[in-house]
């Protein structure tokens, strides 16, 4: 083999070992991606740089910033008043052409009095624009007095006592007329001023502030719609007998807070308007017929059809049960104590007791019975105990002479519990107002 040929196999050996070993480099280089290079030609000067910052900053009265320009980087040095105003001049220092970079070295001011300097100036800018919209604002303020005056005066007149069913929904109505009106001139002002977009502001803050109150006053805003609802379909009168949740007394008044009763007893009874609007109201005033109930046992041994039309006949000739609806007997049950018979009549509750007119006719009917020979069972149990030796009798009590048949059967016709309550529920009345009224329709 030849020089040449050795010599040329040799190249390309080192050929193959300098691609081995710089090969992974070569291609690294190759793949990472070059960075954006800095213009160097046609770049503007530093001089310009820095006195197009100074202009800048001397516009803004920020004359106390030092600026300085090299190689297009700007340095900022100095305090300023107001630290916002650090951020601010970095940004427009940034944004010039020919800066390559900002060096920030400024820092807010520890003196009191240039600190305060930024408030007074925006204080001074906000009092000048106040004078220079003074008139306009004393225009407003006169419209949304006119406006709330107007307001006031359409509240007062008699209108809403004609449109309204009684005094306290007139006053609801006036009221309703006082806000509105309010509003409206809040709303006029505001337009008058430019500042309308602060009425949606106002007015969500205010519903806020209503929702939180609404559920703090929850009952007494439940109480307040039930006195409405209440003195819109009123479900009693004044001097009505009625049973609310278990209370029975005549009504005195209704309050936009609470029903007043007055208790058989005589007592003051007060009931919230929300309990009297979703409770049970019995009204026994609202027919005058009230029927009374009541059972007797007889021996069933007896002629229980006799006894029976005994009872009734013997009802039926009572002066205060009523002849329509008619009065009833029958054989309700079949005990082990003997058979019971339900007694029922009607009577008017405005001229007779309803309590006295029914114990006087269990005590008649049961006088009738007896007078027939018949015997009314006794329910009352004895109890025999065994192994405890003779158990002594009870002593036996003196008879008393029973008073003559005529006097057991005296009747005497009791009035109505309500004629002595009337007076005082009048007494009660008197100059006070409520919110019942009998032209209001009643349900």
């Given at each position: 083999m030849g020089a040449p040929h050795v010599f040329a196999m040799a190249r390309r050996l080192l050929l193959i070992c300098l691609l081995t070993a710089w090969g992974p480099q070569l291609s690294a280089q190759e793949d990472a991606p070059a960075s954006s290079p800095v213009a160097v030609e046609d770049a503007p000067?530093?001089?310009?740089?820095?006195?197009?910052?100074?202009?800048?900053?001397?516009?803004?009265?920020?004359?106390?910033?030092?600026?300085?320009?090299?190689?297009?980087?700007v340095t900022l040095s100095g305090s300023v008043a107001d630290p916002a105003a650090i951020e601010q001049v970095a940004g427009i220092a940034?944004?010039?052409?020919?800066?390559?970079?900002?060096?920030?070295?400024?820092?807010?001011?520890?003196e009191l009095a240039q600190q305060l300097d930024p408030v007074l100036v925006r204080f001074?800018?906000?009092?000048?624009?106040?004078?220079?919209?003074?008139?306009?604002?004393?225009?407003?303020?006169?419209?949304?007095?006119?406006?709330?005056?107007?307001?006031?005066?359409l509240a007062r007149a008699p209108l809403w006592n004609?449109?309204?069913p009684n005094a306290f929904i007139a006053g609801i109505y006036a009221q309703a007329v006082r806000v509105a009106c309010v509003i409206a001139g809040v709303v006029i002002a505001l337009d008058l001023l430019g500042a309308t977009a602060l009425l949606g502001t106002i007015l969500g803050a205010a519903g806020i502030v209503g929702l939180a109150i609404g559920f703090a006053v929850r009952d007494t805003v439940e109480n307040f719609v039930a006195s409405i609802m209440?003195?819109?379909?009123?479900?009693?009168?004044?001097?009505?007998?009625?049973?609310i949740e278990g209370d029975v007394g005549q009504v005195i008044r209704l309050t936009s807070r609470a029903t007043i009763l007055l208790s058989l007893d005589g007592n003051h009874v007060r009931i919230p308007?929300?309990?009297?609007f979703k409770g049970r109201i019995v009204n026994y005033t609202r027919n005058p017929a009230r029927r009374f109930v009541f059972d007797i046992g007889i021996d069933p041994e007896a002629d229980l059809e006799a006894t029976r039309l005994l009872a009734e006949n013997t009802l039926?000739?009572?002066?205060?049960?009523?002849?329509?609806?008619?009065?009833l007997v029958w054989i309700e049950n079949i005990t082990e104590a003997g058979a019971v018979l339900r007694i029922t009549g009607w009577i008017n509750q405005d001229e007779t007791g309803f309590p006295t007119a029914r114990g006087d006719a269990?005590?008649?009917?049961?006088?009738?019975?007896?007078?027939?020979?018949?015997?009314?069972?006794?329910?009352?149990?004895?109890?025999?105990?065994?192994?405890?030796?003779?158990?002594?009798?009870?002593a036996p009590r003196s008879a008393k002479p029973s008073p003559p048949r005529a006097q057991q059967n005296a009747l005497i016709v009791h009035p109505s519990e309500k004629k002595a309550l009337t007076p005082i529920v009048a007494a009660e009345r008197r100059d006070k107002s409520d919110l019942l009224s009998g032209d209001a329709p009643q349900e």
């Open positions: 000067a530093d001089a310009p740089i820095a006195a197009r910052l100074r202009a800048i900053l001397s516009a803004l009265d920020l004359d106390d910033i030092a600026v300085s320009v090299e190689a297009g980087v940034d944004r010039l052409d020919g800066v390559v970079a900002v060096r920030n070295e400024l820092a807010a001011t520890d001074r800018a906000r009092f000048d624009q106040v004078l220079a919209r003074l008139p306009l604002l004393a225009l407003a303020t006169a419209v949304f007095a006119a406006v709330v005056v107007l307001g006031f005066l004609r449109l309204a209440l003195s819109l379909r009123q479900p009693f009168r004044p001097n009505d007998l009625v049973e308007n929300s309990v009297v039926k000739a009572l002066p205060f049960v009523l002849s329509d609806p008619e009065a269990i005590r008649l009917v049961k006088s009738a019975i007896e007078a027939a020979g018949v015997a009314i069972p006794d329910t009352t149990y004895r109890i025999r105990l065994e192994g405890t030796g003779s158990v002594p009798s009870a």
